[in-house]
C-alpha cells in the first residue's frame, strides 16, 4: 500500500511539473531588434510571459465554419441568380452624359424664349431661317427632349 501511495505521488508530481514548464514561455530581443519567443530562458535579458490558453471548442470551430460556408454558398447562388446590370461605373456615366444632354437642350430651349426667329445652317454656313410651322415642330421637339432628358 505504501508503494501505491509513493508511485502516485511521483506521477502527480512529474505530472505537475510537466504541466508547469509546458506553459512557462520566455520572451527575449537578440541584438538586431528580432523578438524571439521559447520555452527556455536562452538569454539572460528573458523575461517570462504568462500565456492564459483554453481549449478549443471544436463544437463551435464547426459551426462556425459551416456558417461560413453557408453564407459563401447564398451569396454565391444569389449572385448566380441576380440579372446582370450596369456597374455603379457605368451608372455613374450615365447620369453625367444625361446631365450634359439635358444642360445642351435647355440652353437651346433658352435660346429660343429670347430669339425671334430661330435657324439653321446650311451646307455653306449660311443662316437658313426656319417658316413658323418649322419653329413650332422644332420647339416642340426640343420640349420633348427636355422632358426626356432632365425629369
Request: glycine share 2%.
Amino acid at each position: 500500500m505504501r508503494y501505491l501511495y509513493l508511485t502516485a505521488a511521483l506521477i502527480l508530481s512529474v505530472a505537475l511539473a510537466s504541466a508547469a514548464s509546458a506553459s512557462e514561455i520566455y520572451k527575449w530581443t537578440d541584438e538586431d531588434g528580432n523578438v524571439h519567443y521559447t520555452d527556455k530562458p536562452l538569454d539572460p535579458s528573458s523575461v517570462q510571459v504568462n500565456v492564459d490558453s483554453k481549449p478549443t471548442d471544436n463544437a463551435g470551430v464547426q459551426a462556425q465554419t459551416q456558417a461560413r460556408l453557408d453564407r459563401q454558398q447564398a451569396a454565391a447562388e444569389e449572385a448566380a441568380n441576380a440579372p446582370a446590370g450596369p456597374t455603379p461605373e457605368e451608372i455613374r456615366a450615365e447620369k453625367k452624359e444625361r446631365a450634359n444632354t439635358c444642360e445642351k437642350y435647355r440652353a437651346r430651349q433658352a435660346s429660343f424664349v429670347r430669339s425671334r426667329r430661330i435657324y439653321r445652317m446650311d451646307e455653306n454656313g449660311e443662316r437658313v431661317y426656319l417658316d413658323e410651322a418649322e419653329t413650332q415642330k422644332t420647339r416642340d421637339n426640343v420640349d420633348e427632349k427636355v422632358k426626356e432628358y432632365c425629369d
